[in-house]
């Protein structure tokens, strides 16, 4: 009877053991996955040596911005949707990255995508960040001219040339054309 014990016993060790190392692996697993994800996204929307495209939009402060009003100097440009967790959690780091391209004499633009994006929270929060924001459906040109495959997406332009597509820390939404 003794042996039997031990025996079940070490069925359950070995078990419990296997079931550890499984919920390990499949953690594992689902972060390589995001990250093949993140970089598949990142490989599909601009890349370094692009350039801005030819666009016409009018901002929320009215103003009508072109691309020749951007390429001058340094321009980080954030693609946000205005329903999209991701976004919102984006926007901190978002506006950091322009208050360092305003130190350096740039400007910092966000699209927000998405119906009613204009009157949405995610619009309200971006404009501490950006010096300027335009939002859906006036953004819907300068969206599709850039093939943001993910939201959000930031971008680092210099003189109208993309330098930097910088990583989201969180997994990418897919964008809808």
Known sequence: MPYVIAGLVLVGAVGALNAVLLAVILRRWQELVAVRRRDDFAGQGPQPGDELPEFSSTALSGRTLTQDDLRAGELLLGVFSHDCPSCTDAVPGFAAQADRARAMGGRAVALVMGEDAGESAL??????AADEIVAHPDAAGLFRA???????????YQDGVVTAPLAADREPVPAAS
């Not at 943001?148 to 680092?156: K, N, S, Y």
């Open 123 to 128: 619009t309200g929060l971006l404009a501490g």
């Open 146 to 156: 850039l093939r943001v495959p993910a939201f959000p997406t930031i971008l680092r």
